[in-house]
């Protein structure tokens, strides 16, 4: 098990007290100087992804949740911006098919893990049929769930679905970050107004994203919960104050390098063996 950053790690308690997590960056941040760090990690997340890619053993999944314009799509941008296409992959999960809905609710994300070598991203996740369906329980009745499922004590039940999927990927080598990016109700106003003042962005706005802001109280409630039953030793949540995209970016950024280190990843060694197969295979390219 590696020693994650516990830097706005959430406590592996089973508590998370929503009101200590700030959406606020430290006061003493320059956005500056954010930007000149945010370039250094995304180099060495580049970097890492290589040797991840070079030593096999090993798949990341980062699990991206938060309200609607916290700045989950720019986040993934900008951090996993210098990383080879071929090393990553991003996954977004909206309304499931009715296909999905014919399967568990864990099965439309399964089949889209990373595979060894590999960072998987997942935008929203699994996690959404313990949120959005907890705040929207209405979404259950087209879930076509056994008659015999107990509706009382669904959540936890799901949330212990969660602990053993997420055990289970880390046992065989999946290193499994998760991030919350706390924006404030006040901040997510301010971004829906932009998306609506500036021409460009008026394609991001969606009125049934202000709808669900009505439920603002329930969400909270319900991410309180969630982070509190699923973050782990083995699987932790990182609450990420989102009011400061650049500060957010970096927060998330020196997470993910700082686990990634952790795991003492290393180029493949080449044997005695291969080391005479290459020098043969000098003498013949030479010789041409």
């Given at each position: 098990m590696i020693n994650f950053p516990k830097?706005?790690?959430?406590?592996?308690?089973?508590?998370?007290?929503?009101?200590?997590?700030?959406?606020?960056?430290?006061?003493?941040?320059?956005?500056?100087?954010?930007?000149?760090?945010?370039?250094k990690l995304t180099k060495r997340i580049d970097e890492l992804q290589r040797i991840l890619y070079a030593h096999d053993h090993h798949s990341v999944l980062l699990v991206f949740q938060a309200m609607d314009a916290a700045g989950k799509d720019s986040t993934i941008r900008s951090v996993m911006s210098g990383v080879n296409p071929a090393g990553c992959q991003v996954y977004s999960f909206k309304q499931p098919s009715a296909e999905e809905k014919d399967h568990d609710f864990l099965w439309r994300t399964a089949k889209s893990l990373p595979e060894r070598g590999r960072i998987g991203i997942y935008n929203r996740s699994y996690y959404e049929e313990v949120l959005v369906v907890r705040v929207h329980p209405e979404y259950l009745e087209g879930q076509n769930l056994p008659?015999?499922?107990?509706?009382?004590?669904?959540?936890?039940?799901?949330?212990?679905?969660?602990?053993?999927?997420?055990?289970?990927?880390?046992?065989?080598?999946?290193?499994?970050?998760?991030?919350?990016?706390?924006?404030?109700?006040?901040?997510?106003?301010?971004?829906?107004?932009?998306?609506?003042?500036?021409?460009?962005?008026?394609?991001?706005?969606?009125?049934?994203?202000?709808?669900?802001r009505q439920h603002w109280d329930e969400y909270m409630n319900a991410y309180s919960e969630v982070l509190g039953a699923t973050s782990r030793e083995y699987a932790p949540w990182y609450a990420i104050p989102a009011d400061s995209k650049p500060y957010m970016r970096v927060a998330v950024a020196?997470?993910?390098?700082?686990?990634?280190?952790?795991?003492?990843?290393?180029?493949?060694?080449?044997?005695?063996?291969?080391?005479?197969?290459?020098?043969?295979?000098?003498?013949?390219?030479?010789?041409?």
């Amino acid at each position: 098990m590696i020693n994650f950053p516990k830097q706005h790690r959430v406590a592996f308690d089973g508590s998370f007290d929503l009101g200590q997590a700030s959406s606020q960056s430290p006061s003493d941040t320059d956005n500056k100087q954010l930007k000149k760090r945010l370039k250094k990690l995304t180099k060495r997340i580049d970097e890492l992804q290589r040797i991840l890619y070079a030593h096999d053993h090993h798949s990341v999944l980062l699990v991206f949740q938060a309200m609607d314009a916290a700045g989950k799509d720019s986040t993934i941008r900008s951090v996993m911006s210098g990383v080879n296409p071929a090393g990553c992959q991003v996954y977004s999960f909206k309304q499931p098919s009715a296909e999905e809905k014919d399967h568990d609710f864990l099965w439309r994300t399964a089949k889209s893990l990373p595979e060894r070598g590999r960072i998987g991203i997942y935008n929203r996740s699994y996690y959404e049929e313990v949120l959005v369906v907890r705040v929207h329980p209405e979404y259950l009745e087209g879930q076509n769930l056994p008659v015999e499922v107990d509706r009382d004590t669904l959540w936890q039940d799901r949330f212990e679905s969660i602990r053993d999927h997420e055990k289970h990927l880390a046992r065989n080598g999946t290193l499994v970050l998760k991030f919350w990016l706390n924006v404030s109700k006040a901040e997510q106003k301010r971004r829906f107004l932009a998306r609506l003042d500036e021409p460009e962005k008026n394609w991001k706005f969606s009125t049934g994203d202000v709808a669900e802001r009505q439920h603002w109280d329930e969400y909270m409630n319900a991410y309180s919960e969630v982070l509190g039953a699923t973050s782990r030793e083995y699987a932790p949540w990182y609450a990420i104050p989102a009011d400061s995209k650049p500060y957010m970016r970096v927060a998330v950024a020196e997470i993910i390098v700082e686990a990634l280190e952790a795991l003492s990843l290393e180029y493949p060694e080449v044997s005695e063996q291969d080391l005479t197969r290459f020098q043969a295979a000098r003498r013949l390219l030479e010789d041409e």
